[in-house]
């Protein structure tokens, strides 16, 4: 699955609202390692390099297009090609940062548990996730993509992206490993200026598994569907701009 720095970043102010957030939730400590980890083009690592100013950050992440972004961005900091999924660092790291990547990670069961056996006492692992499958631009994404001529192409697509765990369970996992869970779930209004901005949006993220298989063309009459599709799930405010929801699950666990 491909990703594009450049329109990741169309959004970044909404797009980083979150991991500040995020970030604000973390205890103080005297931390000398910190990871981002899904880094994109660095704008999560920016705030994570502030927040714990004395410490040694490292960003990550599995697209080459993000990590160039990120190195231009951030000169100074340094940052690595990793898959996720598959990352062995041993740490042990202060602060290990997830902001919006592990959605796309599966079996959570085992991934939460190994990155906070990467920790430091006293470290803490921050995990943001988009909750929102369930939210129209998701569903309209599935139901055009079962529609015919893109059905061939597109089966199974839906799965790439595991639904989340509910907060109790993400707690009750955790609190097995940490002295201190904090999860919450936080709907943001992102208000952009139209139907058409709602699929730049999704084109840098939930869209990249439909539109990645397809041709050009077949992106284009695809795009065009599921705006339309879109147009009527969304109302429009009187100045033709759109209130777009935006559900997330936050946990910060503490060790």
Not at 59 to 76: C, F, Q, T, V, W
Not at 180 to 197: K, Q, S
Request: aromatic residues 8%.
């Amino acid at each position: 699955m491909s990703w594009s720095a450049r329109q990741y970043v169309k959004f970044e102010n909404e797009r980083t609202r979150p991991v500040r957030d995020l970030l604000n939730a973390v205890p103080d400590t005297a931390a000398r390692l910190v990871v981002d980890i899904g880094c994109g083009p660095g704008n999560s690592t920016e705030l994570l390099a502030a927040r714990f100013a004395g410490a040694t950050a490292i960003g990550l992440d599995s697209a080459p297009d993000m990590i160039e972004a990120a190195r231009k961005r951030l000169p100074n900091i340094e940052f690595e090609l990793a898959d996720m999924s598959s990352w062995n660092a041993a740490g042990p790291f202060d602060v290990i940062l997830a902001n919006a990547v592990l959605q796309w990670v599966p079996d959570h069961e085992t991934l939460l548990p190994r990155l906070v056996g990467k920790l430091a006492p006293g470290g803490s692992l921050a995990v943001q996730m988009p909750d929102n499958l369930e939210e129209p631009a998701h569903r309209a994404m599935r139901q055009v993509a079962a529609e015919q001529p893109w059905a061939a192409k597109l089966g199974g697509t839906d799965r790439r992206r595991d639904r989340l765990q509910s907060a109790e369970g993400y707690f009750s996992l955790l609190q097995r490993h940490c002295r201190a869970v904090d999860v919450w779930r936080t709907t943001y209004f992102h208000r952009l200026a139209g139907i058409d901005a709602v699929v730049e949006w999704f084109k840098g993220t939930g869209l990249r598994p439909f539109l990645d298989p397809l041709d050009e063309g077949e992106r284009q009459s695809y795009l065009a569907r599921y705006r339309a599709v879109l147009d009527q799930a969304y109302a429009a405010l009187p100045d033709g701009s759109v209130l777009l929801p935006f559900p997330r699950l936050f946990i910060v666990a503490t060790c």
